[in-house]
């Protein structure tokens, strides 16, 4: 009965696959004790491992939603460009990515692999993440243009920079007012 309680505090609080064999090996070896030999395994211990089962239980249940998820996607990323499927992608990628490190282990490793795959090649453009429009107007002429007509101007560029004497080069002042917009 101490051997049982030992192995049953033995058993992590985050319960990987690999682990689940160790909670199957507990239970059984509790199962195989006599009532008596029960009475002896604290109260801690019997509490642990029905929450490590649980544990078990919730992880696989975890692990099937999101490879279910998963295999409902389209196989190639390319294939993303609905709302519908974009929404979906984006939602089985944050429960794939909301999963524990221990979680991840009980999702079947053809479906996470094909998530890793499907994310690689899809692009989603986000309102959050999107660029502007390359044809959009250019901006009006910054500050620095102005101060660079007036000879006023230094920019990190070396080539562009202010002299020892604070005069710009001689060309510059002319290829400036060209760039200059009125």
């Not at 509790?30 to 029960?38: G, K, M, P, R």
């Not at 692009?123 to 007509?149: G, K, Q, R």
Request: net charge negative; hydrophobic share 45%; proline share 4%.
């Amino acid at each position: 009965a101490t051997t049982i309680a030992s192995e049953i505090t033995a058993l992590p609080t985050e319960i990987s696959k690999t682990d689940a064999a160790k909670v199957s090996a507990a239970r059984t070896n509790f199962d195989a004790l006599t009532d008596a030999q029960e009475t002896w395994v604290d109260a801690a211990s019997v509490s642990a491992l029905k929450t490590a089962e649980a544990t078990v239980a919730v992880n696989q249940s975890k692990a099937a939603d999101v490879a279910q998820q998963i295999n409902a996607l389209p196989s190639d990323g390319l294939d993303i460009d609905t709302d519908e499927e974009i929404a979906a992608f984006v939602k089985t990628k944050k429960a794939f990515d909301d999963l524990s490190d221990s979680e991840e282990t009980w999702v079947d490793t053809a479906a996470a692999q094909k998530l890793a795959e499907v994310d690689k090649k899809t692009v989603i453009d986000l309102a959050e993440t999107s660029l502007t429009a390359i044809n959009e107007p250019a901006p009006l002429p910054s500050a620095f243009l102005t101060l660079a007509v007036n000879n006023q101007a230094q920019q990190f560029n070396p080539q562009m920079q202010l002299r020892s004497n604070g005069n710009l080069l001689d060309n510059q002042p002319r290829l400036i007012k060209e760039l200059a917009i009125d």
